[in-house]
């Protein structure tokens, strides 16, 4: 998931809309989630269907505080889509999933409180 920055963290420089428009965040549904022992950190190797032309993306994510594989299928959840793909150990990660980080710091993944479907880019 790349590094954690806390509720603490100084905000970060002023954006163009444009600068906003370049990052693709869509909305997918967890179709596959195992837990990924071999990772540096605990990880969750996840398949994310984001369907239409984009289809099924793989993601290693470090949400093992909250999260267990077997309960995580059928969830919605937002990921950048256009970030070139990411070795993470022998794994090959190609969308980066997005969470925030509770009290501890530890990810809690961010998701529309609403059924949508899969694909919808985040505006």
């Known amino acids: ?5 806390s509720a603490s963290a100084e905000p970060s420089a002023p954006i163009g809309f444009d600068d906003f428009l370049k990052v693709d965040i869509r909305v997918g549904t967890i179709v596959e989630a195992e ?3 071999e990772a540096r950190k605990p990880s969750i190797k996840l398949v994310i269907d984001f369907g ?5 993306k793989k993601s290693s994510a470090q949400i093992t505080r909250h999260y267990r594989p077997e309960d995580l299928p059928g969830r919605q959840v937002l990921a ?3 970030f070139p793909p990411r070795q993470i150990g022998k794994f090959m990660s190609e969308v980066l999933t997005l969470g925030i980080p509770d009290a501890e710091g530890e990810v809690v993944l961010i998701g529309p409180g ?6 919808g880019r985040l505006y």
């Open 1 to 5: 998931m790349g590094r954690i920055l």
């Open 52 to 56: 239409g032309t984009i289809g099924r």
């Open 80 to 82: 950048v889509v256009n």
């Open 114 to 119: 609403h059924t949508v479907p899969d694909g």
């Open 35 to 37: 837990p990924y022992p």
